[in-house]
């Protein structure tokens, strides 16, 4: 059983290098290659699942050491896998939802010349995600955690022709590159606090270490998930990445990598569970983004970044109940199950509607497209009925479990969490209503593209449509699924352990407040998008409108804050360099030489001046014998 | 004149000597230092030598006093002549400083050290005199032999090796590898014979008011002859022409009395025209 | 008088023959200053001699007569050497420390 699940990890490894490296001869094949893989490693997925449920609640964890990585004298980093709820779930997850990206990728791919390096692309990411989950140490999961950075670098800059896509990868791989340094230094204090970085060891050993170093800890490591997790403040790259082909966009930037920090702070709960600071911290970056992602949602026209946006959001939520401690990690988990659902779902059909748009995303050109496109609208619908928590599906379950969690924190804390929680729901009833009311409803106002050609819509093939039916299942019943006597509570109680907050508001009523906020939300997106006529170019909309538009001026920020101040810290660090530092060396010299040169008078050839020096010698001795005897 | 007495003063007769001969002593050795040419340093320098060696006579040195006027005043001296002969009698230094500050430095210097070095003796406690009487008893020749040849001996033989090894230095330093072959006789009669000179070289000119070895001789066309000056003049371009002297006197002469005689018929010729 | 005159006579004799060491450039004379130096140095170890009542002080100025001569000996040689090579006798003149 154990050995299984480096063959999880092995298998998508495999593909990604028979892929990359098989040369042209496999040009053809290389979709259906790359699919079956993702697909073994979901089968391999599912035979450990089941090998888990057979057994009870407290031995289901698996454990296997592959080999002693690095071996150092006390130092010991090995390569091995631990296999408990927590990464099963992130298992089923990747290979399930990444099997059905790689089924839908084979349509969307289908004209492109370069789709073998794609799908190697897909299985390198695949496997670096599931070692980041399955590894039993910090080190081992950074491994992992570079890998899936590595391999969005290269899906986002897949269309490396054009600029906006490099550039984009570029930015992603950099911002990514802050987060990872705090992980880094995670691992480091680790290992300087407890001497190892092995799961086990390190959670059992963190109520033994001092609250300022787990603090110190949970900090660093709240950074590194910020990058991966696109959360304020490394949250910059995720609408740029967009740019890469959509189902990468479904696969890595919404249903998994990107939820890498959910896990992450999880997967620590015990160390966050001894430093309440670095929980509030956790928590208010949750919260900042939660409304962030939501505002930045609203104001874009472009349907992927819309629903970038949206996922920013949605990981918000998640960040914010991983925060809340052993009250929320389970629901944030459980969230980040049902989003990958729905959200891969929403990506794919925003993808189709794209397929059948000659790539057009901007949503003011789109509408009434809901009758060409019936399978797409159909499976988007329910997606987009998931993530506004409508009653019954998925986003309903988990969502209205995270609100009440940030309730039951207690204290004015847990007001301002909830009612931020409530806030966000209702923004996103707003936004997704938008993106819907314009993609589907109202009238055409298709614009022919580049080269003078009226879209035709059409529905997209059958591998395309069959993955969004399937994750549109998922949308609809994994949520109940899940909250069915609790299940996915129990599921993951010996992982995360669970706690119930003291909430000064029932369930039943946070209940009702989401649904009123979503109708208000829904209810005004309709009234402006549904009523009144929706203009092609955007109108130039008030201050908060552009801001928005210009993801709340989150570049022109870190433009200022970061470029202008590196800018100027390396001004005045080159000034400091040129005056103090060479001053000293340049000043060093000169007087060196100055003196030389002025030594350099006194040998002068000349022995008539020597003899000068010399006999001068001698008075002065003569002075100095003199001198003594008279003492 | 009491024995302590003795042993700190000298005799009046010795003052004196010493008052005179050291003033002729400092200029002496101010004139070595000051003389613009080398010959009249070293002959300022002999005639400090010598007063030393009254001094060392005065002090019972009798032995080092004739050593001195023997050894110093004529063999070194002339030595020192002799070289100042070979470099270049004539030339004169001139005494005009090229070395910035080294004069000042120099005066400096010695003013300090002669200073210290006088307040050093007048400091010391150097009032008992003990006189050379029982030393030189035996005879002061005597006395020297009998302590070279004990307790210095070592010392004088080392000198001895000192002068040896002196004397071979001065010997390689000043020796001249020939580099081409010397020319044998029959070379030398055979340049001689068919040489562009078969008869001596003429001899330098005779004049009335010139008769030296640079003055170069007449031709009988009246120019002068390079040949008869020394080669060595010739090199140094020390040869002095006085040929066209004479011609030269005469028509300065000639001139002068033109003018002369040109005034008298002026001023006749002006009482002329007032009669 | 007393004979600690002659050392006063000693002392301005050899300050005078350092001085012109100092100030003159022709090598000979400098030589000649620096014979003067060991002259004056003589006329103090006669007088110290005569002061201590033995003859050590006259051997030792016997000795540096010695010594000068070969000394002297040995200078002119390097000054004609010199003097062959530069048509000088200046010391200044040998400042590259180089014939």
Partial sequence: ????????????????????????????????????????????????????????????????????????????????????????????????????????????????????????????????????????????????????????????????????????????????????????????????????????????????????????????????????????????????????????????????????????????????????????????????????????????????????????????????????????????????????????????????????????????????????????????????????????????????????????????????????????????????????????????????????????????????????????????????????????????????????????????????????????????????????????????GNVLVRAARRDLLQDDVNHIVLVRGGEHLTRSLVYLDHTVVDGVVNGTAASVGGLSGRMRRLQNGFARSYAVSMFGGAAVLVAATLLMRAV | MSLAAAASTTSTGEAVQFWILAVVAVAGALGAVLMKKAVHSALSLAGTMIVLAVFYLANGAYFLGIVQIVVYTGAIMMLFLFVVMLVGVTAADSLKETIRGQRWLAGLCALGFGVLLMAGIANASLRDFNGLGQANSGGNVQGLAALIFTKYVFAFEITGALLITAAVGAMVLTHRERTERAATQRERSTARVRGAHLPPLPAPGVYARHNAVDVPGLLPDGTTSELSVNATLRARGQVRDVSGDALADLAALEQRSEKWLERREDRSHSQGGAQ | MNPVNYLYLAALLFTIGAAGVLIRRNAIVIFMCIELMLNACNLAFVTFSRMHGNLDGQIIAFFTMVVAAAEVVIGLAIIVTIFRSRHSASVDDAGLLKL
């Fill in chain 1, 1 to 540: 059983m154990e050995n299984l699940i480096g063959l999880l990890v092995l298998v998508p490894l495999l593909g990604a290098g028979v892929l990359l490296c098989g040369g042209r001869r496999l040009d053809s094949s290389a979709p259906w290659i790359g699919t079956l893989l993702a697909a073994l490693s979901f089968v391999i997925g599912a035979v450990l699942f089941a090998g888990m449920l057979g057994r009870d609640g407290e031995d289901r964890e698996l454990g296997t050491t592959v080999f002693s990585w690095v071996p150092v004298g006390d130092f010991r980093a090995d390569v091995g896998f631990q296999l408990d709820q927590l990464s099963m779930t992130f298992v089923l997850l990747i290979t399930g939802v990444g099997s059905l990206i790689h089924l839908y990728s084979i349509g969307y791919m289908a004209h492109d010349e370069r789709r073998r390096r794609f799908f190697g692309y897909l299985n390198l990411f695949l496997a670096a995600m599931l070692l980041l989950v399955v590894a039993d140490n910090y080190l081992l999961l950074y491994v992992g955690w570079e890998g899936v950075g590595l391999a969005s670098y290269l899906l986002i800059g897949f269309w490396q022709h054009k600029p906006s896509a490099a550039t984009a990868a570029k930015k992603a791989f950099l911002v990514n590159r802050v987060g990872d340094v705090g992980l880094s230094i995670a691992i480091m204090l680790m290992f300087t606090t407890f001497g190892t970085f092995a799961f086990g060891p390190v959670l059992e050993g963190a109520d033994r270490a001092g609250e300022g170093k787990l603090t110190a800890i949970g900090l660093v490591l709240l950074l590194a998930a910020c990058g991966k997790s696109a959360q304020v403040p490394l949250q910059s790259w995720l609408g740029d990445a967009m740019e890469g082909p959509t189902p990468v966009s479904a696969l890595i930037h919404a249903a998994t990598m990107v939820t890498a920090g959910v896990y992450l702070i999880t997967r620590s709960g015990a160390i966050f569970d001894g430093a309440p600071d670095a929980q509030t911290a956790v928590v208010t970056v949750g919260a900042v983004t939660l409304l962030f992602g939501a505002i930045v949602g609203c104001a874009k026209d472009d349907i992927k970044k819309a629903l970038a946006g949206s996922t920013m959001s949605q990981i918000g939520y998640m960040i914010l109940a991983a925060g809340l401690g052993p009250i929320g990690y389970a629901f944030a988990i459980m969230h980040l199950v049902t989003h990958g659902f729905f959200k891969a779902g929403l990506f794919l059909g925003a993808g189709s509607v794209m397929h059948g748009m000659n790539d057009e995303v901007d949503m003011r050109r789109y509408g009434g497209l809901r009758s060409y496109m019936p399978v797409t609208f159909v499976t988007f619908g329910l997606g987009y009925l998931a993530i506004i928590g409508f009653p019954g599906l998925s986003g309903f379950f988990s969502k209205d479990k995270i609100i009440e969690a940030a309730f039951a924190k207690g204290g004015t804390e847990g007001w301002i969490l909830g009612g931020t929680a409530l806030l966000g729901a209702a923004i996103t009833a707003y936004y997704m209503t938008r993106v819907m009311i314009l993609t589907f409803f109202g009238e055409k106002r298709w614009q022919p593209d580049a080269a003078g050609e009226p879209p035709h819509p059409h529905e997209s093939p059958r591998t395309m449509t069959v993955p969004m039916i399937v994750l549109a299942f998922g949308s609809v019943f994994a949520g109940g699924l899940f909250s069915l006597n609790d299940a996915f509570l129990n599921w993951l109680e010996p992982v995360t352990g669970h706690a119930e907050g003291h909430s000064p508001v029932t369930a039943v009523q946070v209940t009702a407040a989401t649904m009123v906020v979503l109708f208000v939300g829904v209810a005004l997106a309709w009234a402006q998008y549904g009523r009144a006529p929706v203009p092609v170019t955007a109108p130039r």
